[in-house]
């Protein structure tokens, strides 16, 4: 069975400060992973998805995750957050044949003005 | 335009009554979902269907029972409602055929809350 592992439950952070969230996933064979964004009150959007090729993964609002097979993991990070970064983020996991999609516990990120 | 739009946004009912929640994508997509987000804000997946045909059914209590009168509604029926129950339901819906990337789309979320 797969699952995913969110080390962090809640970040605070102050403005233009980086962020690194981290993701641990367990699945015995070809993934696709996924960060997802879900900022108070909203319905939950993609943020970037890596399905093959480069592993170092660009999403929208600046955000980039890194894909490393040997530790089973999926970094999101940052370099200089904002304001309006205060969100959820859960990542998630789904093995390439199937269509089960297994997220994480999520991190909720406060970002401080 | 919305891809994904699921109605009500916020059900507040009575235990032991049914209620339904429904779901429509207009992308165009062979394949919805149907999700539970806990006061924890955890995320589960309750079932999928592909073509109108169930191809996840989580561990979910038969009390609910999801229905796709074609392929771009999934709505999904709670009979006897439970305290439990109370949480944010989400529909997604992807493409699986023919597809490479298989991305889900997530609807608004319904807020259901069981008193």
């Known amino acids: 069975a797969q699952s995913v592992s969110q080390h962090n439950h809640h970040v605070i952070l102050s403005e233009a400060a980086s962020l690194e969230l981290g993701c641990n996933y367990s699945?015995?064979?070809?993934?696709?992973l996924f960060w997802y964004v879900q900022y108070p009150g909203q319905h939950l959007q993609l943020l970037l998805k890596?399905?093959?090729?480069?592993?170092l993964v660009k999403g929208i609002k600046g955000f980039e995750a890194e894909f490393i097979k040997s530790k089973f993991s999926f970094n999101l990070r940052k370099p200089s957050v904002q304001w309006s970064d205060t969100a959820e983020y859960f990542c998630a996991v789904k093995g390439a044949a199937g269509n089960k999609l297994t997220f994480g516990g999520g991190t909720r990120v406060l970002v401080k003005p | 335009d919305t891809a994904v739009s699921q109605t009500p946004k916020y059900l507040v009912t009575q235990m032991g009554n049914d209620k339904s929640i429904k779901c429509e994508q207009n992308?165009?997509?062979?394949?919805m979902y149907w999700y539970k987000q806990d006061s924890k804000k955890f995320l589960k997946i309750m079932f999928s269907y592909n073509n109108k045909e169930l191809i996840i059914n989580e561990t979910v209590p038969n009390r609910f029972s999801p229905k796709s009168p074609d392929k771009a509604h999934l709505n999904l029926h709670i009979n006897s409602l439970e305290l439990g129950d109370s949480a944010v339901y989400f529909c997604?819906?992807?493409?699986?055929?023919?597809?490479?990337?298989?991305?889900?789309?997530f609807g608004p979320g319904t807020r259901l809350t069981v008193l």
């Open positions: 890596y399905f093959s090729g480069d592993p």
């Open positions: 992308l165009g997509h062979d394949t």
């Open positions: 997604a819906s992807s493409q699986v055929l023919a597809s490479s990337y298989n991305e889900q789309f």
């Open positions: 699945y015995g064979g070809t993934v696709n």
